[in-house]
């Protein structure tokens, strides 16, 4: 096998043959591949596309480029994936509601990535929790709790560890056979036989339209389904954050509420339980979507979720009575600020980016890889889309460590979401489903 003989194929328009696929894979995570030639490489996919043939080898090879977990469980193994949003802390509820309806879920997650937050940095703001481990600790929590949310190792897909660094400073991030492949080798990796995926679109998604959305969940429902992992994806909302609070502990506090409560009509138990309801039908678990959110629903009005969510919790190294008196244990910001609208009306936008850019600014995302983020800051209690305010009422409370970085924030909120005569119709949560 040669490197420069698999770009030129590439160059020419070409899909190389699976072996050539698997060989670069290797040489990516070994080092036989140079960054010179892993940037050429993206860069002509990126130009050029693979064919879904291609685009399927390509994520089994990256899948392959390391340790692919094996189970031994008297249950399915299942996870979900979203794309990224603001406000979007479904994996927490998430994970424990489907252990709760008989999967086991290893829930490999990631950190805030640009706008979005992340799942693990969200975990961290919970003292004492673990997420990085030995996979023999993962396998135990997996066996015992039934769920797990834990970050990847570096034996998880190498090959896409190593490209998409490289991807991120070649400008070929853009890429729907890269991005496919990327997201499918980590979670196929992980040994699962059923995946939902949650593929956002809207002001505060990474895909701002409903095209480039649709384009994206069928890339990665076609990918998954032939490398051999049922998989649907739902196309969903994110013109506004889905929880009315954005920032780590403040995200958490959120779900903390949903689950105590059980309350079953917030949009964060909506959307999980629709989520919930297509991979629990994929993994033989329930005879229909409807079933299966109808299931996840119940498990979450008697606080069983909650109760499994806490096991978790103490697994990872948490609190032992963390459900019970987490908002005694969640860090809590040293500045607080409440931003007045300037205007009545009705909120008829809400740019969830900007908001999202705001939150990493007060120090609860990161800038460059080595910041250390703040769990306590972010911003609460955000007007919801087509809510009427009125002059001097307020907009979002922003939690900040300093005066001076919430007043800079607090004119940027204002801006982020306009205000006008006429109430609009907000978006449904779920816009689309997409299957094999």
Not at 376 to 402: D, F, M, T, W
Request: proline share 4%; charged share 20%.
């Amino acid at each position: 096998m040669d490197a420069r003989a698999v770009i030129a194929a590439l160059r020419r328009g070409e899909t190389p043959d699976d072996a050539a696929l698997a060989w670069f894979a290797q040489g990516l995570a070994d080092g036989g591949v140079s960054d010179a030639q892993a940037g050429a490489f993206a860069m002509a996919v990126c130009l050029k596309g693979l064919s879904p043939e291609g685009r399927t080898a390509l994520t089994r090879a990256m899948r392959d480029s390391g340790e692919v977990l094996k189970w031994q469980l008297d249950g399915p193994v299942i996870d979900k994936h979203s794309t990224g949003g603001v406000g979007d802390c479904v994996s927490l509820l998430l994970a424990p509601a489907l252990a709760e309806c008989g999967g086991y879920v290893p829930m490999i997650s990631g950190r805030g990535l640009g706008h979005t937050g992340g799942t693990l940095d969200k975990l961290d703001a919970i003292p004492g929790v673990v997420t990085q481990m030995p996979r023999a600790r993962l396998r135990q929590i997996v066996a015992e709790t039934g769920c797990v949310i834990a970050g990847a190792s570096a034996k998880i897909a190498p090959a896409d560890r190593r490209l998409y660094a490289v991807r991120d400073v070649t400008a070929t991030v853009e890429s729907l056979d890269l991005i496919t492949a990327s997201i499918l080798s980590k979670k196929l990796a992980a040994g699962l036989q059923a995946l939902v995926l949650d593929v956002k679109t809207g002001s505060g998604a990474f895909m701002k339209s409903r095209d480039e959305a649709r384009a994206l969940a069928r890339a990665l429902v076609e990918t998954a389904n032939d490398a051999g992992c049922r998989t649907t994806a739902l196309i969903t909302d994110m013109s506004q954050p889905l929880v009315p609070s954005l920032g780590n502990a403040l995200e958490v506090a959120e779900v903390m509420r949903v689950l105590v409560a059980g309350d079953e009509a917030a949009p964060l138990a909506q959307l999980s339980a629709a989520l919930g309801g297509a991979v629990l039908v994929d993994a033989g678990l329930a005879e229909s979507a409807a079933e299966g959110e109808t299931r996840l629903l119940a498990a979450l009005r008697e606080g069983r979720v909650a109760e499994r969510f806490g096991r978790m919790i103490a697994a990872q190294g948490g609190p032992l009575g963390f459900v019970e008196q987490w908002d005694r244990l969640l860090p809590e910001a040293t500045v607080i600020h409440e931003v007045w609208a300037d205007r009545a009306g009705h909120v008829t936008a809400i740019d969830g980016e900007a908001l999202g850019l705001i939150v990493v600014g007060l120090g609860g995302g990161r800038q460059i890889e080595s910041d250390r983020i703040d769990p306590s800051v972010g911003l609460a209690n955000v007007v919801r889309l087509g809510a009427r305010v009125e002059k001097g009422q307020p907009l979002a409370v922003i939690h900040a460590a300093r005066e001076d970085s919430a007043r800079r924030a607090s004119d940027a909120v204002r801006a982020a979401i306009t205000i006008g005569d006429a109430a609009p119709t907000p978006p449904d949560l779920v816009l689309e489903r997409i299957a094999p």
